[in-house]
């Protein structure tokens, strides 16, 4: 059964006769060539023999028979795969498709996450990752949505342009023979010659924008081709998004990087926290540069409903491009990335690093430093860990590693106010919690440990003479002493504070920004621009004057297409305006008598 196309977007009829009564004329063949093409979508034919027929005897009956069916349901999947409707259909799943990987924690982005998500659901995890889920956007499912989209558009584009180019190079049809049988009609009688009727009717529609020529008796005149050209910029748009998000899902690279002030940072791959990238990633693909963070600013509400509400969060850095580059200044905030290059430099947190200083039981400092404490809430409540591997001998001589458990709060409520939980994230009133160990914190054994935790199954808690846990609250200049000469900790007064920074390179990114804006502005054309047929017959009539016809024909159905109609009618009527008949002109010299309407300003719909 062939199948005769009525919408741009490829929707079907199942015959001829509805495609005809969609745009509003009869089944009979009046209109003809006068309304086909006004859309660019592929037209199915049949392909005799695809399916059925009997199959001959021996083995090249079989192959005959084989080879048809084989053919017939290839361009049998072909046509369907290259239909709007299809292709609808895998927009809808690839969209569904991407919900669990916004509600799901996803391998790539945070790990931890993951594997946080299966020890609290022994059911659903192992089923989550039979799925997929915890990887979307590389399973095998979505990847294959993912294709078939991209081989869909492409197959409905590429005809629809060669037939656009065709319609672009020809001339509009010319007009039926029937034109009172079109949605919107004009007549009137003029005594201009057919030849000044057209002649003026050309004229006015080559000002008003239309593609126009005069053939046999009439003008014919097509307007609105670039709804076509925006349907078509929609998907050529989509197709540049897909390959932009697939080009730089395949070379991006992201990784993060935790610097207090002071310190700096060089974009190698050692250097990060922590860092991923696409399966076509190189490290020489790596922007060089290299940046130190001299000062983080931090100001936040006072009062009212938004209290604690960052006002000013930027980090001021120096860096160089390249091995020998000259140092610049610059301020990265909140949504205002450094670029450099194809990379680009994020702030996204911010937190406190108390400076603290370890002495062993003779007084020798064993470890000075600022140490980085991650933020709870937001308030800035923060936790973190103090490790001293080398250098400290306990009492009794005997090499041993120290370990603290700390809170930080940067202002704490007061004693017996509650528990260690900041009341403002700004440095009003800090405070230090400590509990010590000592014993072997596991770092030998050359298994990767959280910086920011304590392992203590290798460790002993501090204990004084009555067995009491030793922990204090220190303020900054305070310190802490530790039992049995094993020396103290001092909360030095100096408190850095630290940035998080995230460094991007994902190529692909300006392709996928133009592709949605030309998807947009396509799908607007799309939308709101008509592709209308005007015609202008002009002949002589059986009584020798001039009988003027109108009428025009559009994509689909609209009150302003009879509108534009009677706008033209009225230009062209200006032109050749209506003749008066006899009777009329004895009308029209009673001066109480009402003035004739003119019929070009009757269009009917």
Known sequence: MSTTDTDTGTGRTKDPAAAKRHIGVSADGELGEAGSQLSTAPVDTAVPGSFGGSRAPGALGWLTWTGREVVGWARWFWRQLTSMRVALILLFLLSLGAIPGSLIPQSGTDAQKVADFKDAHSILGPVYDKLGLFHVYSSVWFSAIYILLFVSLIGCIVPRTWQFVGQLRGRPPGAPKRLNRLPAYATWRTAAEPEQVREAALKILKQRRFRAHIEKDAVAAEKGYLRETGNLLFHIALI???????????????????????DGFSNTISQYDDFKSGNLFSTDDLTPFSFNLKKFTGTYERTGP?????????????????AYGKEKKTTVKVNEPLRIGDSKVYLTAHGYAPVVTVRDGKGNVVYHDAVPMLPLDSNVTSQGAIKVMDGYKNAQGTTEQLGFSAFFVPTFAGAGKGDMFSQFPALDFPVLALSGYHGSLGVDAGIPQNVYQLDTSKMKQFKDAKGNIVKARLLPGETMKLPNGAGSITFDKGIKEWANFQVTQQPGSDWALIGAFTAIFGLAGSLFIRRRR????????????????????????????????????????????????????????????????????????
């Open 240 to 262: 540049v998004m897909l390959v932009a998000f697939a080009w730089g899902q395949l070379f991006k690279s992201e990784g993060n990087k935790l610097i207090v002030e002071g």
């Open 306 to 322: 938004n209290k604690g509400t960052p006002r000013t969060y930027q980090a001021a850095i120096t860096y160089s491009i390249g």
């Open 534 to 605: 005007v015609w202008v017959r002009a002949t002589t009539g059986a009584d020798g004057v001039t009988v003027v016809e109108m009428a025009g024909l559009g994509r689909s159905e609209s009150a302003k297409l009879p509108e534009e109609l009677g706008d033209l009618a009225a230009l062209v009527h200006d032109q050749a305006p209506t003749k008066p008949d006899t009777d009329e002109a004895a009308v029209e010299t009673d001066p109480d008598a009402e003035p004739s309407v003119p019929a070009a300003e009757r269009t009917e719909k």
